[in-house]
């Protein structure tokens, strides 16, 4: 079994909490070794010329539009994009025409993924049979045939008796529950955050309390059932102290964010950008700052993209009617640093949210540079300048805020399993 030396590497370890300097060996697979010290001898030695060495990004509440959109996009162009993006694991999104709630089509997507996409793909199942709210899928049947979370996604469940059925029946088996809070009354038709922006451009508009709302209900049911659950996205301030509560609670209960949110405010809608119309939208940037300190207390768990490709068609309209969403597989890490150069957030702490906690989260090996970890790698430059044209990336869809705009970090190179699957040119 040939070995894989990667020297001269700086090491960031979202586990113990560190960056610094060392060395890190591969073999079968998996790491074998790790220091600061003498180096092993190894078949194949890869010098990182001091960048930085990190677990795979894990991404949960990845779009892709197999079956029934492929023209947005497929498993392989969205595994391509993950992989130069640094994502070594994508959690797939049911929200597909037709929904992925039947162990027959969750059968024919991870066959699909498995024999296009170059990174680990984990399909989701819905939570009620066509995302309609009002049965809930055969959960057993689906964990039996590779489901790693449940989730109506934007779809909110409106009856309480439905969703708590299903929390009962999820916890039986020990399955996770992901949900997007948010009240489906208040939040309906919605394009931006209420306020005086909002306002001042004539938008229909959703109050940050319609997230709060949504959360409480779920919390509510999850103190009835003992379900372990995720919310898919928190963005505004109101909705933390809730959060807070349920975990001093006891409640098995984590949280996410998108990195649209973390990194953008309702001002960046401007002269109304449909590329910035996201789900939920935009918030104001007293909320973004909440949640980044949330993010730094550890109180929201995981950063995501939710990556949602849109064809030109769906985005060029005005902005009310314009589908909402955005590509964000490339774009992750490179807007994540945004948080790391302005000093909101170490690299350890950006790691632990987009690779340790969400494999955690779904009850994976990776995510971490421990001994016996999957050799699941991103190696990156986080100074590296550059300016975002979307028509370089590698996603069928285009949709993203970020064209034209100055970023730094580019990925190197990924690995799966320590075999590369994207090298940069």
């Known amino acids: 079994m040939s070995k894989t030396l990667f020297t001269n590497a700086r090491l960031i370890d979202p586990e113990a909490g560190t960056d610094r300097l060392g060395w890190l060996l591969v073999k079968g697979g998996s790491i074998a070794a790790r220091g600061t010290e003498a180096e092993p001898k190894a078949e194949t030695v ?9 677990p795979g990004i894990v991404d949960i509440g990845v779009k892709v ?12 162009s969205a595994g391509l994009a993950a992989a130069a993006g640094g994502v070594t694991a994508m959690a797939t999104r049911p929200d597909t025409l037709p929904s992925i ?21 984990l399909p989701m199942a819905a939570l009620t049979k066509g995302r309609e709210g009002r049965e809930m899928t055969e959960i057993g049947f689906l964990m039996d ?43 309906a038709g919605a394009a931006a955050t209420s306020g005086k922006f909002a306002s001042l451009r004539g938008l229909p508009a959703v109050s940050p309390m319609a997230e709060r709302m949504g959360l409480d209900r779920d919390i509510a049911l999850l103190e009835m059932t003992g379900a372990k659950y995720h919310a898919d996205q928190i963005t505004t301030a109101r ?41 939920p939208p ?33 985005k060029r309209l005005p902005f009310e009617e314009a589908a909402s969403g955005a590509v964000a597989l490339e ?39 421990a001994v016996g970890a999957p050799a699941d ?3 990156f430059d986080p100074h590296k300048p550059f300016v975002l044209d979307r028509f370089a990336l590698r996603s069928k869809s285009k949709n993203t805020p970020f064209d034209g705009a100055r970023l730094q970090g580019k990925v190197l190179a990924t690995y799966v399993a320590g075999t590369p699957v994207y090298e940069a040119e």
């Open 239 to 279: 909705a933390l102290p809730a959060l807070e509560r349920a975990k001093r609670n006891g409640l098995d209960i984590t949280a996410g964010t998108s990195i649209h949110h973390l990194t953008l405010n309702e001002l960046d809608v401007s002269d109304y950008r449909t590329f910035f119309k996201v789900k």
């Open 65 to 76: 539009c197999e079956p029934g959109e492929r023209h947005k996009e497929s498993y392989r």
């Open 331 to 369: 774009t992750l890490l490179p807007a994540a640093l945004r948080l790391y150069h302005a000093e909101a957030l170490d690299l350890p702490t950006l790691f632990r949210a987009m690779s340790l906690n969400p494999a955690r989260r779904l009850g994976l090996a990776s995510g971490r540079l």
């Open 101 to 121: 709630d039947s162990p027959e089509v969750l059968e024919f997507v991870a066959r699909r993924a498995n024999e296009a996409a170059p990174v680990n793909v």
């Open 145 to 187: 045939a590779g489901a790693v979370a449940f989730t109506d996604c934007d779809h909110v469940v409106r009856d309480n008796k439905v969703l708590s059925r299903a929390f009962t029946y999820a916890r039986s088996l020990g399955a996770l529950v992901i949900c997007h809070p948010q009240d489906p009354g208040l939040s």
């Open 46 to 54: 890869i010098d990182c010329g001091g960048q930085c060495l990190a």
């Open 282 to 314: 935009l918030r104001s940037e007293e909320d973004r700052q909440a949640v980044i300190e949330a993010l730094r207390s550890g109180l929201i768990d995981i950063i995501s993209s939710m990556h949602t490709p849109q064809d030109e068609e769906s």
């Open 377 to 379: 790698l991103v190696l």
